[in-house]
C-alpha cells in the first residue's frame, strides 16, 4: 500500500508560509502540517525594527487562521518546537507529537546571537521576533538611555526608531566602519555619516568587555576601557542558523542546513528554505546562507515547489536583495559587497542620495542606492543578466 502524501513544514516563517502556498498553487493535493515554534501565526518580520517598535501596533500578518485551515488546508500547530528529524522514517518530532512526511521543507530560520556573560540580565534584549519587540517597545521610551550593541542593519534601524522616540543612544561596532559585511568597508563609512546625521553617535572600532547590571541600570564597558550607562541594552550581533534539534538527523549542516542549488538536502526529500538553508546560488557559482526578507520569500516558494514536484524540481537562482529604513531615507542593496571595485556612479553620499556599483572581474556584482530605490530594482535584473562593469556604469548614466 502506498503512503498517502504529505509535506511537512518546519517553521512558520515567511519561508515556511511560502513553501506552503507555492506547494498548493503547484496542484499538491495531500495534506500539508505546519509547525511553528512561536504560538504566533506567520508575521512580518522587517517593521519589527521600525514600525512597530514605535507605535506598537502590529504585528502585521500574512493570513489569517481560516485562511490557513479552510483556504490552505492547512494542519496548523503552533507554539510546537520541533525537537528532532528522523529521516530514515521520516518523522517531525514537534510539539511532544510524531508527524509523518513524505516531504519536507526545513524553514526554521535562525536565533539571534547573545553577548557573552549576559544571560539572565533584565537590561538586556536581542530583537528576532514579536515578543522582543514588545519588551523592547515598552523600554525605549523618551528619556531612556540605550547602548545597542552591533552596527548592523537591525541594530542601526533600532537606533534611529529609538532616537526618534526621543531615547539617548549610542551605537558600538567592534568593526573600523558600520555594516562591513553588508555593504562593504567603502559604503559602510559612507552610510555612517547618514547616522550621525540622525543623531545616532556611532563608536566603531571597539567591542563590548563586559555588561553589568545594578537595579535596572545596566554598564557597558568597552574594550577601549570607556563605559557607557544605559536603561537597556540591544544586542544586534547576528544570527545563527536554528539547526540544534537537526542534530543525528542524517541532514548534513555546515552554518546552516548544506543543500543543493534547488534546495535539497542530504536526506531524501527534505528541503530548505530562508535564514537556516546555506546553498549553492548558480549565479554567483558559490554557496550562502542569506538572512533576507526577500531570499527567504523566493527559497520557500521554490523549496515547496520542489518538495512535492522532485521530477521538475528547478534551483534557486537569485540575486540576494535587501532594503533598510532609516528615519526616511531608503537604502537597497543587490548582489554581494565583495568586489575588486566601488565606485559611486549617480548622486552623491554627502547629499543622502547616490547609486555605488560593485565590480569584480569585468562583471557587475552588486549595486547600493540610497533614495534611488528604481535604480537598484534594475540593476538587481542586470546582475542577474551578467551584465558587464562598463555596461552598467553606462546604463545608469543614462538614468
Known amino acids: 500500500m502506498s503512503t498517502p502524501p504529505s509535506l511537512v513544514v518546519v517553521g512558520a516563517s515567511l519561508a515556511g508560509l511560502r513553501a506552503v502556498e507555492a506547494?498548493?498553487?503547484?496542484?499538491?493535493?495531500?495534506?500539508?502540517?505546519?509547525?511553528?515554534?512561536?504560538?504566533?501565526?506567520?508575521?512580518?518580520?522587517?517593521?519589527?525594527?521600525?514600525?512597530?517598535?514605535?507605535?506598537?501596533?502590529?504585528?502585521?500578518?500574512?493570513?489569517?487562521?481560516?485562511?490557513l485551515r479552510d483556504d490552505l488546508g492547512v494542519d496548523l500547530r503552533l507554539g510546537a518546537p520541533?525537537?528532532?528529524?528522523d529521516t530514515g522514517a521520516r518523522v517531525v518530532v514537534a510539539g511532544g507529537a510524531e508527524i509523518r512526511y513524505t516531504a519536507a521543507v526545513l524553514a526554521t530560520g535562525a536565533a539571534a546571537r547573545a553577548l557573552p556573560g549576559t544571560a539572565g540580565l533584565s537590561?538586556?534584549?536581542?530583537?528576532?521576533?514579536?515578543?522582543?519587540?514588545?519588551?523592547?517597545?515598552?523600554?525605549?521610551?523618551?528619556?531612556?538611555?540605550?547602548?545597542?550593541?552591533?552596527?548592523?542593519?537591525v541594530g542601526a534601524e533600532v537606533a534611529v526608531t529609538a532616537r526618534r522616540r526621543g531615547v539617548e543612544v549610542t551605537v558600538v561596532e567592534a568593526a573600523p566602519v558600520p555594516l562591513v559585511r553588508a555593504v562593504g568597508p567603502e559604503m559602510g563609512a559612507a552610510l555612517a555619516g547618514l547616522l550621525a546625521g540622525l543623531g545616532v553617535p556611532l563608536l566603531c572600532g571597539t567591542g563590548v568587555e563586559s555588561v553589568t547590571?545594578?537595579?535596572?541600570?545596566?554598564?557597558?564597558?568597552?574594550?577601549?576601557?570607556?563605559?557607557?550607562?544605559?536603561?537597556?541594552?540591544?544586542?544586534?550581533?547576528?544570527?545563527?542558523?536554528?539547526?540544534?534539534?537537526?542534530?543525528?538527523?542524517?541532514?548534513?549542516?555546515?552554518?546552516g542546513v548544506l543543500c543543493e542549488p534547488d534546495l535539497a538536502t542530504t536526506a531524501a526529500a527534505v528541503y530548505a528554505a530562508g535564514d537556516v538553508a546555506r546553498w549553492h546560488n548558480p549565479v554567483f557559482g558559490t554557496t550562502m546562507r542569506l538572512e533576507h526578507w526577500t531570499t527567504a520569500a523566493e527559497q520557500g516558494a521554490t523549496a515547496g515547489r520542489n518538495a512535492v514536484s522532485p521530477g521538475t524540481a528547478r534551483p534557486c537562482a537569485t540575486v540576494p536583495y535587501f532594503w533598510s529604513d532609516w528615519g526616511g531615507h531608503r537604502i537597497r542593496f543587490a548582489g554581494i559587497p565583495d568586489a575588486d571595485e566601488v565606485a559611486v556612479v549617480q548622486g552623491d553620499p554627502a547629499a543622502d542620495s547616490f547609486v555605488a556599483l560593485y565590480r569584480r572581474g569585468d562583471r557587475l556584482t552588486g549595486a547600493l542606492g540610497l533614495n534611488r530605490n528604481r535604480a537598484v530594482v534594475r540593476l538587481r535584473a542586470a546582475i542577474a543578466r551578467g551584465v558587464t562593469w562598463s555596461d552598467a556604469v553606462t546604463s545608469v548614466h543614462r538614468d
Open 23 to 67: 506547494a498548493r498553487g503547484s496542484g499538491f493535493d495531500g495534506a500539508i502540517t505546519l509547525v511553528g515554534d512561536e504560538p504566533h501565526l506567520p508575521y512580518n518580520r522587517p517593521p519589527l525594527s521600525k514600525e512597530f517598535l514605535a507605535t506598537g501596533v502590529g504585528p502585521d500578518y500574512f493570513r489569517t487562521e481560516t485562511s
Open 82 to 85: 520541533a525537537t528532532a528529524l
Open 123 to 153: 537590561c538586556v534584549h536581542s530583537l528576532r521576533g514579536i515578543d522582543d519587540a514588545r519588551g523592547l517597545h515598552a523600554k525605549l521610551v523618551p528619556g531612556a538611555r540605550a547602548v545597542v550593541v552591533g552596527a548592523g542593519f
Open 213 to 255: 547590571q545594578r537595579g535596572n541600570t545596566a554598564t557597558v564597558r568597552l574594550a577601549d576601557g570607556r563605559a557607557l550607562v544605559a536603561d537597556v541594552v540591544v544586542v544586534g550581533i547576528g544570527a545563527a542558523p536554528a539547526t540544534g534539534w537537526l542534530a543525528g538527523s542524517g541532514v548534513e549542516l555546515g552554518d
